[in-house]
């Protein structure tokens, strides 16, 4: 299990969290909703290491991947060699071979290999993202808002490739979203901050099945208890 214990973070002045506490499940998806600026991608933060908490323990994984709400691929290499340099002095040439193609066609981008990123939408470059996070095969997965520029189309396809994918091999994923319908489509649990100084308003653990992730009454109740707490 991951978790934040006691942490404390402030930006000059400004209390983010204090005395924050949260366990993440191993092998589950996560969910993280709450107002802008209340401290959500803090909480990524730290979990990558990527900051330090002013006080308290943070338990994560050794490897960690992270997907970002913007593609951050590296302009002059190939779709293939942006996702494969990740793989680059762990894994053996013919199982990078086989990783890459098999994240290319979960992804639907098998026909961009040869791509660079200027040549791609923003839908396909946001899919190259999402499988070199994949190919990298980090025990936690930590998603910033991925989907958020897509267009609705697009975001829907993503979104049901990635929890495919995430099938296939699940770690453990920690998303931010701001999106209840994306929250309670993906996870198994869904964290409600307040606004700053954060706290978790309410931990709601789902127990749904792909099915049930698509039966609109039995999300629609779910969905407005969640609005009404985020309103409260």
Known sequence: MYKLDNVS???????????FSVDIPEGKITAI??????????????????????????????????????????????????ITLVLKDQIQPVQRDNILNRVAKATAIS??????????????????????????????????????????????KLINDFYDLWQQEPNTVIMVTHDIKEALYLADQVLILSDKT???????????SKE???DNEILQTIEERIFKLMLS
């Open 9 to 19: 973070k402030s930006y000059n002045s400004l209390n983010v969290l204090k005395n």
């Open 33 to 82: 909703l709450g107002p802008s600026g209340c401290g959500k991608t803090t909480i990524l933060n730290l979990f990558a290491k990527l900051i330090n908490p002013d006080q308290g323990q943070v338990d994560t994984a050794t490897k960690i991947s992270y997907l970002f709400q913007e593609p951050r691929l590296i302009p002059w290499l190939s779709v293939k060699d942006n």
């Open 111 to 156: 026909a961009y290999l040869n791509y660079y990123p200027h040549q791609l939408s923003g839908g396909i470059k946001q899919r190259v993202a999402t499988a070199r996070a994949f190919a990298y095969q980090a025990p936690l997965l930590l998603m910033d808002e991925p989907f958020k520029s897509l267009d609705l189309k697009t975001r829907f």
């Open 198 to 208: 954060s706290v978790i308003v309410e931990q709601l653990n789902l127990d749904l």
């Open 212 to 214: 049930e992730r698509n």
